[in-house]
């Protein structure tokens, strides 16, 4: 599979409690790792056990090492679109409470980064794009030769161009289109989810229904969304119904939120790959 997008380096600090304005409060542990929505998802597809390429800007700065030494160790191909840019890469400051998962996230993201560079032509068996480089999110779309999941956190300019080219867009609650709603600009299949409530489903010729999430006890929500979409792109290649794609992405988010740390759930999901 094919996921083009977002790659950031993550410092994630553990903490009791999560501070207030001008207070310090000492971790209790940190990680760093590669983050970012279509980078979580490449990590958590092969962990899954599919062949995940990640396509992204990533560069030659000192810190982007770390994220490509992450990828490596997850077994993530990455396909660096900018290998030798100097500046560093974007970059997250996240900290999580310890008691109940909940984190706060710091990040800058892609920012206004462009770049109008040649996207290779690639074999897959479906495409995920989180629309943070748009002119990478396009120009993947645009080939078209696999069905396009978009992990459509919020709304982007990009969007208007993108969405006739989806074929199933999983939206957060928060999510919000000005004017015309999805299946209105093109997309056949829209899913939503809300957080520990049921994941809701439509599709352009009129189904509809909702799939319920696991209650479990959270230990660590940060990149829950992603592993989401990451397990939602695995299961459009091997189980044949809306509601058993969202029933398996269910379970693989469930599995994340009990583990602590960014990476230290890949091995609990390995062999739910169902194919």
């Not at 300019?157 to 199933?168: A, N, R, T």
């Amino acid at each position: 599979m094919l996921l083009a997008g977002l790659c950031t380096v993550d410092v994630v600090q553990r903490v009791e409690e999560l501070p207030a304005p001008g207070e310090k409060v000492q971790s209790l542990q940190v990680d760093v790792a590669a983050g970012g929505p279509a980078t979580n998802a490449a990590v958590t597809a092969a962990a899954l056990g599919a062949e995940a390429t990640l396509l992204t800007v990533l560069g030659a700065h000192p810190l982007a090492a770390l994220a490509r030494t992450d990828l490596e160790t997850h077994g993530v191909r990455l396909i660096d679109l900018a290998p030798d840019l100097l500046e560093p890469p974007p970059v997250s400051a996240a900290a999580v409470r310890a008691r109940d998962g909940e984190r706060t996230v710091v990040s800058r993201n892609a920012g206004g980064r462009h770049f109008h560079v040649k996207v290779p032509l690639l074999a897959a068996d479906v495409i995920l794009l989180d629309g943070h480089y748009p002119e990478l999110a396009l120009a993947v779309a645009r080939e078209k030769k696999a069905p396009v999941v978009l992990d459509a956190g919020s709304w982007k300019p990009v969007l208007e161009d993108l969405l006739p080219l989806v074929d199933v867009a999983a939206c957060s609650a928060h999510f919000t289109a000005p004017g015309p709603g999805l299946h209105e600009r093109g997309v056949p299949t829209v899913i939503t989810t809300a957080g520990p409530h049921p994941v809701r489903w439509s599709t352009a010729d009129g189904g509809s229904g909702e799939v319920p999430v696991a209650a479990v006890e959270a230990r660590d929500t940060l990149g829950a969304g992603d592993v989401w979409h990451g397990a939602l792109a695995v299961a459009v290649t091997c189980e044949p119904t809306v509601t058993e794609w969202i029933r398996f992405a269910n379970e693989v988010a469930a599995e994340r939120v009990r583990h602590v740390g960014p990476r230290s759930w890949t091995t609990a999901i390995a062999g739910r790959n169902r194919t």
